[in-house]
């Protein structure tokens, strides 16, 4: 594989999405149950939003760092009032499953974004690539060179 390899072939595409009315206590859960960073938010296959585990930590109240029974009281209840749609970043950029890893890679030096969307040609979300992504891509090509 090289710089022209086309996203489709690295992204993820066993996904595991948000709808915008769901709570944060939600996405609290598919954090600590999965080891990702980033949960695309959608409605009918469209994709919304994207909610980061940067975005999500944000909302924790600061006493956390000490886990006090009180803390964890006080950010259940703000997990449990928020809607996705309220933390979400709203404005995210999207790849198609032809375009290359270059231009993913692009997308991510220029944007400090850390994941992309893939949409087919109808708009649909069919995977999500990561920077995680390209290093692993990135190893096995030199890997093949050694």
Do not use: C, W
């Not at 009180?70 to 790849?95: C, D, G, P």
């Not at 992309?116 to 093949?144: H, M, R």
Request: proline share 3%; no cysteine.
């Amino acid at each position: 594989m090289d710089r022209n390899t086309k996203v489709g072939q690295v992204m993820t595409t066993q996904l595991v999405t948000l709808g915008p009315n769901d709570t944060m206590d939600k996405a609290q859960e598919i954090f600590r149950k999965n080891n990702i960073h980033h949960i695309p938010v959608v409605q009918n296959n469209k994709v919304l939003g994207i909610i980061s585990k940067t975005d999500y930590l944000k909302i924790l109240h600061g006493f956390t760092l000490f886990k006090t029974q009180k803390s964890e009281l006080y950010n259940n209840a703000i997990l449990r009032s928020l809607l996705t749609s309220e933390v979400m970043t709203r404005q995210v950029a999207t790849l198609h499953p032809d375009d290359t890893v270059e231009v993913a890679a692009g997308f991510f030096k220029e944007n400090l974004f850390h994941a992309l969307p893939i949409v087919d040609d109808e708009g649909d979300l069919v995977g999500i690539i990561t920077t995680y992504d390209l290093i692993n891509l990135a190893f096995d090509i030199t890997s093949s060179f050694v």
